[in-house]
């Protein structure tokens, strides 16, 4: 089998700094239109008067923190770039670093030992912007047209709303309630979902008792055309900071805490309309998925497209834990200080 190289130049080209950071929940204040600014988030930092020491620059897609601490750490470097950045935080060498970007951010990044050897390292280059990673996203066409009726005798206050923490209260703002007659949602807890415009355009029905499928979408809904909530978010007080989730009792549970701009992704990934609808509308995005692999990976790629656009937080639940198994304080305790 032949022996592989990684290409450091493709990975440092594709992931930008502000990608990084946002992977790793580090806050940063824009300086200006090529400068961020915040606490070093580096393990070799101890300073206690350095509290915004770190910088970055993402037009050449470089970083620096002239603490002392960080500088004695670093033989007096002061800075580096993404693999730097990365090899220090996970304590790992550059190649390894740049096989966890690559990981992370669906780079393409392996060179044939042929190749490989005809190659040295660049430094980095004080270019525009850096493109956003090459991570796919889901495909939509067409749209929902929206639905010519509405389900009646819809229970708001059945008992498997309750045992999710869901308050017979918000289940009537959300619609969301047991459904009782015939039907495709028949027996199922019914969610009634609105485009951007407040049109009706589907029910997706949760199954109880261990019923499968667990989610049962109509036919020919395509959910990557919709955030759920969004009607609702844009009418929140503060509709600039929107928290997106994964799921329908995430985002009930989340709204619910106190935190109304709140959208769903359906899923852990990230459709081209859903970009456009999140970059369009708001200038903050929280992203609070799931604390497991395919909801730390969805949050790494959707950092990673929406930093060039929104100024994005990542934030990173525990393994196992979803934003609707949280109680409304551990909501708060992660969101209240944003």
């Known amino acids: 089998m032949e022996k592989t190289w990684v290409d450091f130049k493709a990975v440092k080209n594709a992931v930008s700094i502000e990608a990084v950071l946002g992977r790793y929940a580090v806050k940063v204040y824009r300086v200006n239109k090529e400068h961020v600014r915040g606490k070093c988030p580096l393990p070799s930092h101890t300073s206690a008067v350095s509290k915004l020491s770190f910088i970055a620059n993402t037009a050449k897609n470089v970083w620096s923190c002239k603490s002392e601490s960080c ?65 796919e996203s889901p495909k939509e066409e067409g749209e929902n047209p929206p639905l010519k009726f509405t389900l009646k005798g819809v229970d708001l206050a059945h008992p498997y709303l309750g045992d999710r923490g869901i308050a017979e209260g918000t289940a009537a703002l959300f619609g969301a309630g047991f459904f009782p007659g015939n039907g495709l949602m028949k027996g199922r807890v019914v969610i009634p979902i609105e485009n951007e415009r407040g049109e009706l355009v589907a029910y997706v029905g949760r199954a109880i008792g261990g019923g499968e499928p667990k989610y049962k979408f109509p036919p020919g809904f ?108 551990e909501v708060r305790g992660l969101l209240g200080n944003l």
């Not at 390894?96 to 690559?102: C, I, P, S, V």
């Not at 393409?108 to 030992?113: D, G, S, T």
């Open 71 to 135: 500088v004695a750490a670093r033989e007096g470097k002061t800075g580096g770039n993404v693999l730097d950045f990365v090899a220090l935080m996970e304590r790992c060498s550059i190649k390894e670093a740049a096989e966890k970007l690559a990981s992370w951010f669906g780079v393409r990044a392996e060179l044939p030992v042929a190749a490989a050897s005809t190659m040295k390292e660049a430094p980095a280059k004080a270019a525009g912007p850096t493109p956003a990673p090459a991570v």
């Open 222 to 329: 395509k959910k990557t055309l919709v955030l759920y909530n969004l009607v609702r978010a844009l009418k929140a007080p503060d509709a600039r900071r929107v928290v997106v989730v994964e799921g329908f009792f995430g985002t009930m549970k989340v709204h619910q805490a106190g935190f109304p701009c709140v959208v769903g992704l359906m899923g852990s990934t990230l459709s081209e309309a859903q970009e456009k609808l999140l970059s369009e509308h708001f200038r903050e995005a929280v992203l609070l998925l799931d604390g497991d692999e395919a909801g730390r990976e969805g949050t790494a790629q959707i950092a990673a497209r929406l930093v060039h656009k929104v100024f994005v937080k990542a934030l990173d639940l525990p393994d196992g834990k979803q934003p609707d198994s949280l109680s409304a304080e």
